[in-house]
């Protein structure tokens, strides 16, 4: 009885070798392998491509990192970053440092794991990183304080920078600034690099104005961390009308634009001497001479009652060339089609990701243009201001003709 039991324990300890022995057999015999594996530093992360195994069913792909060359014999498989399915043939791993490293790909199938390592097949031989992590939010500049204040028919800037070696955008707007894309509407002012945060800013007055102060490389970054407590004016600042003062004229070191030219006061007729009529413009319609009709006529814009409210739709220059620039090159065609609202939606949505002063200051004058039209004369009082800065007399015309629209409703409420 002993010797049978010794006999079939015999026998299946035999059978369990040679099973074990048939796998490992199988894999040294049929032993897939996923090929071509590349690694690449891309940004902070690293790439890595291969080409899936042959003649597997629904392989799973296991990919294993190392500090060192990966040896066969020493390597360690709980250093597994990643499990993925057939089909993908690329992950782009972030380790989070700059620390070289080795790469290597197994296949899997059925719980089989074909531990087969091939130089330049499934593994690196060549140590891979990524490139070191550059966060803007972590060197840019802090400011605070700052203060916006009215003085002497202007107003005055200051503010602390925390790296004054850090160059620092100063911006304006006549709306408040909560967000990055508040930006793209803003006026650039200027820049400060190594001084002192301070400016006298010759605005308009009557019109509040919102200022806010920006990191430069942090806003060129992409980056959206930029508005703050103590970098923004939560409240606009006005000029008071009141405080103006047409024959006082000043010059300031520290200025945004030049002080404007002196008002000549012109009171006396040249050729006769005799006292002129006040220069103001007339509130009731005046007739032309026959002459200044023919002249205005030449001009396409017809036999104009003065003062002349309404204006025919205006292209910029820039626009009239045969191969005019993309960003503006749409507003001819809906500007034949008097198609102000889609003008206006699309100068609006181009505004959000613009930042060159030239192309914002083309887009704020069709802007404005598409608001005169549709009636809305406040908003395109203030988008002809943002577009004098670069088309001064073009932009400088709407003005007149808004202020005579508005002067002319204000009269028939008086009348009422």
Not at 6 to 20: E, P, R, V, W
Request: charged share 25%; glycine share 4%.
């Amino acid at each position: 009885m002993k010797q049978l039991l010794y006999i079939l324990l015999l026998c299946l300890l035999t059978g369990q070798i040679s099973a074990q022995t048939a796998e490992s057999e199988l894999k040294k015999v049929y032993a897939p392998f996923p090929s071509r594996l590349s690694a690449k530093t891309k940004g902070t992360g690293i790439l890595l491509t291969w080409k899936d195994a042959k003649n597997l069913n629904n392989p799973t792909y296991n990919i294993y990192e190392s500090m060192s060359p990966i040896d066969p014999e020493s390597f360690i498989y709980e250093k597994k970053i990643a499990t993925l399915s057939q089909g993908i043939e690329n992950y782009l791993y972030e380790p989070g440092d700059s620390i070289p490293r080795y790469f290597l790909i197994l296949a899997e199938e059925d719980g089989i794991l074909f531990d087969v390592f091939i130089p330049y097949r499934n593994m690196t031989m060549e140590s891979v990183s990524a490139a070191v992590m550059d966060i803007q939010e972590e060197k840019a500049t802090r400011i605070s304080s700052l203060e916006v204040l009215p003085k002497a028919q202007s107003l005055l800037i200051k503010g602390r920078s925390s790296r004054p070696q850090r160059a620092v955008i100063l911006f304006r707007s006549t709306e408040p600034m909560e967000k990055r894309e508040d930006l793209s509407k803003a006026t650039k002012i200027r820049v400060f690099l190594n001084e002192t945060i301070e400016l006298r800013d010759q605005v308009i007055p009557g019109i509040p104005f919102y200022y806010a102060l920006v990191d430069k490389e942090l806003y060129e970054s992409g980056s959206s961390v930029l508005l703050y407590d103590g970098s923004v004016t939560p409240q606009g600042v006005t000029i008071p009308l009141e405080d103006l003062n047409p024959d006082i004229s000043q010059i300031y070191h520290y200025t945004s634009r030049p002080a404007p030219l002196p008002l000549l006061n012109v009171e006396l007729d040249i050729e006769k001497g005799n006292k002129l009529p006040d220069p103001g413009v007339p509130s009731i319609p005046v007739e032309l001479s026959s002459e200044t009709e023919n002249s205005l006529a030449s001009l396409n814009l017809g036999k104009a009652v003065h003062p002349a409210v309404w204006r025919q739709a205006q292209l910029l220059s820039v626009d009239r060339a045969e191969q005019g620039p993309t960003e503006t090159s749409w507003v001819n065609n809906l500007m034949r089609h008097n198609d102000w609202e889609s003008i206006l939606t699309g100068t609006e949505e181009q505004l959000k990701i613009t930042f060159d002063e030239e192309i914002k200051s083309r887009l704020f004058f069709y802007k404005g243009q598409a608001n005169y039209f549709l009636g809305n004369l406040e908003y395109a009082f203030m988008d002809f201001l943002s577009s004098r800065e670069v088309y001064y007399s073009e932009s400088n015309a709407w003005i007149s003709s808004i202020y005579e629209q508005r002067k002319k409703r204000d009269l028939s409420r008086n009348l009422d």
